[in-house]
């Protein structure tokens, strides 16, 4: 496991000051800093913590209570690491959505309410996360930038 460090991304040489980003992955950027980075942070892009992220109201897997045996955790998974996410579908900690266009519109539109959703999700009632057509695309834009090619095509792994 040691030897599997992903750091070659577009991402990783534009935090390094090698590179940088193009207008739109710029801008992905900036909606993902705003939107996401409360969550998918650090050098992993996790906060390796469990959140219920409004996948489900009604919840038939139970996520970290079966562990914890509280309601308080209810639907919550862990916070999966970005890296190659373009990459590393079927997504979800149960493969629900197939493409990342998926797990965009799940943000956009099917939060579903629980009494264990991270109040990150959820405003006064409402989505926090809204995003217009055009900053999907540039999202995904940066997205991208976290795909370490060299990595995923080393023949070692």
């Known amino acids: ?12 040489m534009v935090m390094r000051g090698e590179a940088v980003f193009t207008a739109k992955e710029q801008r992905g950027k900036a909606l993902f800093d705003k939107n996401c980075a409360t969550c998918h942070s650090g050098a992993l892009l996790t906060n390796n913590k469990f959140i219920n992220n409004g996948l489900d109201s009604v919840f038939t897997d139970i996520g970290r209570s079966l562990i914890s045996e509280t309601s308080e955790d209810l639907g919550k998974f862990k916070v999966p690491s970005l890296r ?15 493409t990342i266009d998926e797990v965009i519109d799940h943000y956009r539109f099917g939060i579903r ?19 217009e057509d055009a900053d999907v695309d540039d999202l995904k834009d940066f997205l991208h930038t976290l795909t370490d090619r060299k990595f995923i095509s080393n023949p070692i792994f």
């Open 1 to 12: 496991m040691l030897l599997l460090v992903s750091d070659q991304s577009r991402f990783d």
């Open 84 to 98: 190659n996410i373009m990459l590393t579908g079927p997504y979800m900690h149960d493969g629900r959505f197939k």
């Open 113 to 131: 309410p629980s009494p264990s959703l991270d109040t990150r999700l959820m405003v006064n009632g409402s989505m926090k996360i809204q995003l």
